[in-house]
């Protein structure tokens, strides 16, 4: 069964018919202007008529394919609106219809309504091609046109013929304006002169043709450089044209030809039999054979910019043809003027972002350039992922070259080596030169440690300039990403501080940041900012520990110990925040404050009736600093002078061996004020007889490290039983440290300690929870 489709309106066709009528025989320019432009082989117009579409005008077509495109026509009209088939293969319509599938020729086609002067649809303009092609949206508005021009015509009648130049008028001014978009919306210039040229040959209906730029060699001697050309593919048969094309593209050298005369002469050349003309020559060897040429000169106001060449045209070229052409003339030098100026900016752009990202004595990127490099890199490491090795690079003794050969050799110097460290890094690397002597490089997974060492080795090279070869070393930092997980900057900075590790371990070398070590004390400057604030909002709480008689079986004192109630990690014992605050300044501010904390707690335990000591600790840079003493005094002014001697002040042994003397005295300071002194972690300071001789201390306090295995471990057992003994010739009463079961307390009041404090007895207490815990020890 053979499917069709809806029939025309009966009042379109009467419409279309009177509009139109006897006008068949005046569309044919048109129709074979169409079929030229749009490079198809058949177009036509169809008129309403009774029931469906009639073929008032075409080319290409057969007698046979009547009824077939009239369906087609029947499609467009019915859909009011443009119609593009790409490939008639895919579309609906010639599937389902017997008509169109019985004609395999057609592949393409494509089809606008035509509408009278109060927009009702009269008919079609049509295009058919035999094989598949693309339809764009400049192709869309030329047909457009043609159809306008269909409806002009129409709405003439009988009245006029059609005007051939108004066709060429409006098919020029697309031709312009399509040039001209094309140059404006793309950088691709040759774009816009290849559309000009294949409208020109469509216009003109010339076989051949090119759009050049007139330039000047070196001796300012002008020449050609085509543009646009028709077609070059009889180059290939050619090749050293074809290399020559390929490489710098077709230029016209000889102007003392036909087709260099228009240049030289700057008018319009016209040849009527290019085989007789003695200027003949000068096309490309094995162009197809030229009969007509017009060669037409473009100017740029007074400047000669360029050469329209066209040739083969059937009714031949005139002056007033190329008069005729003088609006699209123009457009050409215009192009061209666009294209010169747009080069200059571009160049000039280009010199401008060169002088703004690169480093001008050396070539390499400079630090605009290179940061910019830098975070690409880092951006595809965190895709992959992989490492980014960056490299802090500093040359030694640069400065000494400078001074001994001058600065031109300081420069030849930094070149050479430019040149070395970019010929030692890998493809995907990036090295710059940020200022002086520095250079920063950054590698991409490296996989072989000795790349390092190769950098080194290229810059200690020597490099040799004005007969004179100059020695030169560079000292490396490195820091490794994301194993160094920071921001850009910050990473530079740690290859920087590397790097000067490096020259300070003796240079020509090269030194890794140390992540850890670097996190470390980041912790360390966060606690001890922290600390301040600890201070001031009241975080600090002394805990307290007793310390029990062996003998009498009787909490005597008591050692106070530092905790810090903070906001957010909780509660801190010292090993988590003293090692931070080691040597600063609020190591100082801490001993002031347990001294404080220590007076006011002998006090309490005076209102009380407690006879407790109180042992309290103080570091050896707080002891050893010349305000300590000052400051001590200030303190135990108001406590009275039998309660003094229950405040010990407890150093470590070590402290005591920095320096004797110092020690010494400020120890005996301490006692003229009245307070009692305790050596902590006795054992393992290894000071000799003498010096713990002259000691001024009261109490001795065996380190936990020897208290804990003397009933496993014979040696500990046989230097916690001397120390006692030795501790009792000099009259200093012991304490055992780290007492962890009633067994050790046993051996420890065996052996003649006197004290002994750890958790076997209680751990560190608030100050109500240790009173509490010792009245219930003491049986009170």
């Not at 005008?57 to 046979?64: I, M, T």
């Not at 530092?562 to 909780?570: A, E, K, L």
Request: proline fraction near 4%.
């Amino acid at each position: 069964m053979r499917t069709e489709l809806p029939k025309t309106t009966t009042k379109a066709a009467s419409r279309s018919e009177s509009f139109g009528a006897g006008t068949e025989n005046q569309f044919s320019q048109l129709i074979r202007l169409a079929c030229l432009y749009f490079h198809v082989k058949t177009a036509f117009v169809s008129l309403a008529s009774g029931g469906g579409q009639k073929v008032k005008a075409g080319q290409g077509l057969k007698p046979d394919e009547i009824e077939q495109v009239s369906c087609l026509a029947n499609l467009v009209f019915q859909q009011g609106e443009p119609v593009t088939i790409p490939d008639t293969r895919l579309h609906s319509l010639f599937r389902s219809s017997s008509l169109l599938s019985s004609q395999p020729d057609i592949r393409f086609c494509a089809g606008i309504p035509i509408r009278d002067p109060v927009g009702l649809k009269v008919g079609t303009l049509c295009l058919i091609d035999t094989k598949t092609r693309r339809f764009s949206n400049h192709d869309l508005e030329v047909l457009h046109t043609f159809a306008s021009l269909v409806e002009d015509e129409l709405e003439a009648g009988n009245h006029s013929r059609l005007d051939t130049r108004t066709v060429e008028s409006r098919l020029l001014t697309r031709s312009i304006s399509n040039a001209q978009t094309i140059f404006l919306s793309t950088d691709d210039d040759h774009a816009a002169f290849e559309a000009l040229l294949d409208d020109l040959l469509t216009l003109t209906e010339s076989a051949f043709g090119f759009i050049g730029e007139v330039l000047e060699n070196e001796v300012a001697e002008p020449y050609v450089k085509v543009r646009a050309i028709t077609n070059i593919s009889w180059n290939r048969e050619t090749a050293k044209l074809y290399e020559e094309v390929d490489r710098r593209g077709m230029v016209f050298d000889r102007l003392d030809t036909l087709i260099g005369a228009a240049v030289l002469k700057r008018e319009v050349i016209i040849s009527e039999d290019v085989r007789t003309d003695p200027r003949r020559g000068g096309t490309p060897l094995g162009h197809p054979p030229i009969r007509t040429y017009i060669g037409i000169p473009v100017f740029s106001g007074a400047h000669l910019v360029g050469l329209i060449g066209l040739a083969n045209r059937p009714n031949g070229f005139s002056t007033q043809f190329a008069e005729e052409l003088e609006p699209l003339t123009r457009t050409v030098g215009t192009l061209i003027e666009r294209k010169r100026l747009y080069a200059e900016r571009l160049q000039q752009h280009q010199q401008t972002e060169r002088v703004a990202s690169f480093d001008m004595l050396t070539g390499l990127p400079n630090r605009r350039l290179f940061i910019k490099r830098f975070d690409e890199l880092r951006a595809q490491a965190d895709r992959k992922p992989c490492l980014l090795s960056v490299c802090f690079i500093d040359l030694d003794g640069f400065k000494e070259i400078n001074d001994q050969f001058g600065h031109e050799t300081g420069d030849a110097v930094l070149k050479a080596i430019a040149l070395r460290l970019s010929d030692v890094l890998g493809a995907g690397d990036v090295v710059a030169r940020l200022s002086g002597d520095e250079f920063v490089a950054v590698l991409q997974d490296v996989s072989d440690p000795g790349v390092y060492q190769r950098i080194l080795e290229a810059i200690r090279t020597p490099v040799s300039y004005c007969g004179q070869h100059i020695q030169v070393s560079g000292s490396m930092g490195i820091t490794v990403y994301p194993e160094d997980n920071a921001e850009r900057d910050v990473l530079l900075r740690h290859a920087d501080q590397a790097m000067y590790t490096a020259k300070e371990l003796g240079k020509n070398r090269l030194c890794f940041f140390d992540v850890g070590e670097h996190q470390l004390r980041r912790k360390r400057h966060r606690i001890a900012d922290d600390f301040r604030r600890a201070l001031a909002k009241d975080e600090l709480e002394l805990f307290y520990q007793p310390k029990v008689d062996l003998c009498r079986q009787r909490v005597v004192g008591f050692e106070a110990l530092i905790r810090w109630h903070h906001p957010d990690n909780g509660l801190l014992t010292p090993d988590q925040f003293l090692p931070a605050l080691a040597g600063t300044e609020q190591e100082i501010m801490l001993g002031e404050y347990v001294i404080a904390e220590g007076v006011r707690t002998i006090e309490r335990f005076a209102r009380l009736n407690e006879d407790y000591s109180l042992s309290i600790n103080i570091s050896a840079q707080h002891i050893l600093n010349e305000g300590f003493l000052p400051k001590l005094e200030s303190r135990l002014a108001l406590l009275p002078a039998g309660l003094r001697s229950r405040l010990f002040i407890e150093v470590l042994e070590s402290m005591a061996l920095e320096d004797i003397d110092l020690s010494i005295n400020i120890l005996e300071g301490c006692k003229r004020l009245g307070v009692n002194l305790s050596l902590d972690d006795f054992g393992t300071g290894f000071s000799s007889l003498s010096y713990f001789r002259r000691l001024p201390v009261d109490e001795i306090k065996i380190d936990k490290s020897f208290v804990r295995e003397i009933l496993t471990d014979a040696d500990d057992s046989m230097i916690v039983r001397n120390i006692v003994n030795l501790a009792k010739g000099f009259n200093r009463r012991v304490v055992g440290e780290g007492v962890e079961s009633q067994a050790v307390a046993e051996e420890l009041a065996g052996f003649g300690c006197d004290l002994a404090q750890g958790y076997h007895f209680s751990r560190p207490l608030s100050l109500g929870q240790a009173l509490s815990w010792s009245d219930r020890f003491n049986g009170c």
